[in-house]
Every structure is written in C-alpha cells, then in structure tokens.
DNA sequence: TCTATAATTCGAAACATGTCGAACTATAGT
DNA sequence: ACTATAGTTCGACATGTTTCGAATTATAGA
C-alpha cells in the first residue's frame, strides 16, 4: 500500500512546502472557482493564468511553481490552444492521505 | 476543520521535505520498534539518540531537524533524565489526513 | 567533585530555492 | 504575414537550508 519510498515523499512535501505553490495546489484539490457552483465531485482543471490570479507573482515564477509541482508527481499539464491547463493527480492525493493516517500500523 | 493557515501548512510540509527528517517523522508515527513486538495502539517514543541510530548524520544535525518538526508542531519533546524523548502529536496528524481527503469540497 | 553520556548551540562552508526581468516559443485571430 | 495573448526558459541575485566540527550545557553515577 506504500508504493512511494521515503525520497519520493519528501519530494512531494518539498513541492507543497512554498506558500505559493501550496496555494496554487490547493486551488486545484477544491472542487469549484470562487463563486461558482459545484457541477462535479472530480477535481477541477484551471489554466495557468488563472492559477495565478490575485498571487502577485510574476508569470515566471508561476511557471516555475506549477513545474515543480509537476515533477513532484502532484498535478497534470496540458496544452490546450493558447491555454495550459493542469489538474492533480488523484492517485498522489490518495497516497498522501493515506501516509497520514496509516501510519500507526508497523510496515 | 481546517485550522491552520496555508502558511502554517506550508511550514509543516516544509518540516516533512527533507528526507532525514521524514524518516525520523515515519520512525515515530510507525508504532513499534522494527524487530519488537507491538504494545500499543498508540505513536511511540524514542529518544534524541535512538532517533538517529542508522541515519548517518552528526548529532548536531540531528538535534537541528528535531528542532525543526518540533517548530513545525509535528512534534513533542521532553527530557527524560539524560535523555530527551519525542512523540508525535496526534492532532497534527490528523490534520494533514484531513488536508489531503476532504480537499474536493468548497471552503 | 570528577567523569562519562546525551543532547544542544554556534559559526562556517557548500549547496538549493525563490524571485525577477528580458528574451523566447506557441497559438489564435486578423 | 502581422499582432496579441499565454506560457516558458534563461541568467542573475538574494535568501534559506543542510551539514559538519568544536565548544557548551544537563544529567547520572562513581
């Protein structure tokens, strides 16, 4: 049940370590925008830009964020026209909930 | 639920990023000593020294990741005689826990 | 009180990270 | 082809992190 070894995992709690990215993370786990409503139970998708909206960080930075997070293994990217948008990886949240509270039983 | 700021969140992954700190992390969250029997159902307790036993770390920098995921509130620290013991605390946990399976509904 | 053990603090060196602006690539629309 | 929009890559700089050894503190036992 543990398919990840101990430097995979630091990796991914490296990734979520910056405020920033943590955010950005975190906006992509939450099902629905700000103010709209909640059409699916799935994890939502965003573009880029929108990911950064109101973070005050220059689109480098940004972009630099949302790379890490993906050699992290937490989100997916893909282009789509002039957009890229991205999505977590289900399976890497699953494992990381999974680290928290299965960890009293010896492996 | 969700008690801590996205910095405070941001810190805890922070403590967890490094892989020697993760590991001593795993080794207090896993109840039993690797080779002896389980007792109890709870986190277990080891000693500063006993922590780093196969890490392959000085002390001083054992002491300075221990004091690390004690600033993070991963966990406790208390003298014992010559030693000073650490334990997990349950509640931070638990935390992290929720931070990964309840993320798929609106704040 | 002296000694041995357990752990911490301090300062320094090497390395990693976060951030930006400027230059670049990719795409869509005109 | 030209232009505007969306993102990425690169180089540079400031700031943090990891690690060690040496010096220091705390405790227990002889």
Redesign the interface.
Known sequence: MSNYS??E??QM??A????HR??LF?RL????APGTE?ST???SQFCVGELGEGMDIAPSTLSHHLKELHRAGLIEMQRRGKNVVCWVVPDT??E??VF??S?????
């Open positions: 101990i430097d995992r630091a709690f490296r979520l370590s910056n405020p943590l955010g975190h786990t939450t099902c629905c909640c139970a799935e994890a949240l699953n990381l909930a928290f509270t960890g009293f039983t010896p492996e």
